[in-house]
């Protein structure tokens, strides 16, 4: 019920931005898309939240391991992020069969830590997205230069956080 009731007033807000973007003039750009962006973040945090709340059923389907980049791609143009980072995406066209939605949603959740990492640490840096297949194993590594993990115990405590923002 909450999740309704605050998507209706964002979905409001991002149908005004959309429009107010394509009548500002180039130096109000940015600032809209900013506002656009906080849109998305807010959307799918509703969207984690549901699916932590509610619970889930899998919905497995072939797919090829390389369709992430652009998925994750689109999320990073969304998350915003002041510091210069680089990202190495190295996925094959290799298919495999799980819930892309999912595993999507883990795999940018990942690379917004990076990002944080990264950024709490005031450096250029650099984010790694790799697969490997071993046999039947699909391995996917995700590698940073950020800050490293203070206390690992907390990793995998819901709604916990390391970080000093966020």
């Not at 906080?38 to 889930?56: C, D, Q």
């Not at 297949?133 to 956080?161: M, P, R, V």
């Amino acid at each position: 019920h909450l999740a309704h009731e605050i998507r209706n007033p964002v979905g409001s807000v991002s149908i005004l931005a959309s429009t107010l973007f394509s009548k500002v003039d180039i130096k109000s750009k940015p600032i809209v898309l900013e506002i656009k962006k906080a849109i998305w973040r807010v959307e799918r945090i509703i969207k984690a939240t549901l699916l932590f709340s509610k619970g889930f059923s899998l919905n497995k389907k072939e797919f090829f391991v390389c369709d992430f980049e652009e998925e994750i791609k689109l999320g990073i143009s969304n998350y915003s992020y002041y510091n210069e980072i680089e990202f190495v995406f190295d996925l094959p066209k290799v298919k495999i069969f799980a819930d892309f939605d999912l595993l999507s949603t883990v795999f940018q959740n990942m690379i917004f830590n990076a990002i944080d990492a990264i950024e709490e640490k005031e450096i250029d840096g650099k984010v790694e997205f790799l697969y490997q297949q071993k046999d039947k194993a699909h391995t996917f590594y995700i590698y940073d230069n950020g800050k490293e993990f203070e206390n690992k115990e907390k990793l995998f405590e819901a709604f916990s956080s390391t970080k000093t923002k966020g």
